[in-house]
């Protein structure tokens, strides 16, 4: 069949298929480490996207107040921004 590439590195198809093999075979869990992947958690249980519009005054007011309070993302100034307003609802 052939090579490909991984990360940049030649794999060929016996490596590919040594692989699935040992996938078949089944791993013990307990021996693998823990790898976190994807994002971090945002709260209790899964996280929700949902798609805002902000006029580009008032994003700019949430990122001035967010830089204020050391927020570092504006997914992380609009959790707090709607958490404040939810709390004191």
Not at 32 to 49: F, M, Q, Y
């Amino acid at each position: 069949m052939g090579e490909h590439l991984l990360h940049g590195r030649i794999v060929n198809d016996e490596q590919i298929q040594a692989w699935a093999d040992e996938a078949e075979a089944g791993y013990d869990l307990s021996q693998l480490p823990r790898a976190r992947r994807g994002r971090p958690p945002v709260g209790e249980g899964p996280g929700v996207v949902v798609p805002v519009r902000l006029d580009e005054a008032t994003l700019a007011a949430l990122m001035a107040r967010a830089e204020a309070e050391g927020l570092a993302t504006r997914s992380d100034a609009v959790r707090a921004a709607v958490r404040e307003w939810a709390h004191s609802a």
